[in-house]
């Protein structure tokens, strides 16, 4: 298998970075021309500004312009990234109303748009406690109608404050109660900053075994590629260029080779900094994955 990785691109019809050339459409098939300039053959969307309560607005033609788009060129699967707003586990009414909404919405563009994968973090319980967010997780999730042909992936947290989804029994726990068929993505900075270390080939092996044995590597649909600006543990979410942080070069270089990862498609949401684009990052994941 060919390696899948790819990064978060913007469908936005305007110049979103310096270096980005003006793209050819006003519509969500941006995307496709913008994963093929940074050598990506797969990757994450958001359908709207994730910090808003925002409808996706995605029209006929420009749904069939991506799926063309992204047929032609042989990219995918892809992903959408839900909102950050959203919110599974609260126990505020109005909240989980919003964040179901939102949910559902996003799984219709997803059909429309051809996208198998919707990612979603579990959010925070905010005092409810941890078995009761994780039930709030499952209900809303099962309240929704999610097409056949989609589906939602829950992301590893790296377990700040009372979000959940930094332990590997939260994901478990919710792809149990819930009635739903689930699968997860795994962030390889989230987890870090959760206690899963991943900066040696003996962590990375323990990791992936400890996922396998609790979640089950069947689930594991996606993954998230990021280095970790903090120390493992720290439970701080801030992503770095990949080796360039403390999961590093070695820690990657194990990761990308584990056998539980070779056939797993690869999205990067690593910093645009120091002159770094995702083209670097891609070009340094192609060199720490040993070919076939
Ligand atoms: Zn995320
Ligand atoms: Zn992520």
């Not at 109660?177 to 959760?194: G, M, R, S």
């Amino acid at each position: 298998m060919t390696l899948n990785v790819g990064a978060h691109v913007s469908i936005s019809g305007s110049k979103t970075s310096g270096d980005d050339e003006s793209p050819p459409s006003d519509g969500v098939d941006n995307a496709v021309w913008r994963q093929r300039n940074v050598g990506g053959n797969c990757g994450q969307i958001f359908t709207h500004s994730p910090q808003v309560w925002q409808s996706p607005d995605v029209e006929d033609d420009e749904a069939e312009a991506f799926r063309a788009e992204s047929d032609t060129h042989d990219i995918g699967p892809w992903v959408i990234h839900t909102s950050y707003l959203v919110n599974l586990c609260t126990p505020k009414e109005g909240l989980r109303e919003k964040s179901r909404e939102s949910m559902q919405e996003e799984v219709e563009a997803a059909h429309k748009l051809g996208i198998p994968y919707v990612n979603v973090h579990l959010g925070a319980h905010t005092g409810a406690g941890v078995e009761q967010g994780l039930e709030n997780a499952a209900a809303v999730i099962d309240s929704l109608d999610v097409p056949d042909d989609v589906t939602i992936l829950i992301e590893s947290d790296a377990g700040s404050g009372t979000k959940l989804g930094g332990d590997f029994e939260h994901l478990a726990t919710v792809l149990e109660l819930a009635d739903t068929d689930l699968d997860i993505c795994l962030d390889t900075a989230h987890a870090f900053a959760a206690g899963y270390d991943l900066s040696t080939p003996e962590g990375v092996a323990d990791t992936l075994a400890e996922l396998d044995d609790v979640v089950g590597l069947e689930h594991l649909k996606y993954v998230h590629l990021n280095d970790s600006k903090h120390e493992c543990g720290t439970n701080k979410d801030e992503h770095a260029h990949i080796g360039d942080g403390h999961i590093g070069d070695e820690g990657f270089e194990a990761f990308l080779n584990h056998e539980a990862i070779r056939d797993v498609p690869l999205a990067l949401e690593t910093p645009t900094e120091d002159g770094r684009s995702y083209e670097w990052n891609i070009q340094h994941v192609k060199e720490l994955r040993d070919e076939e």
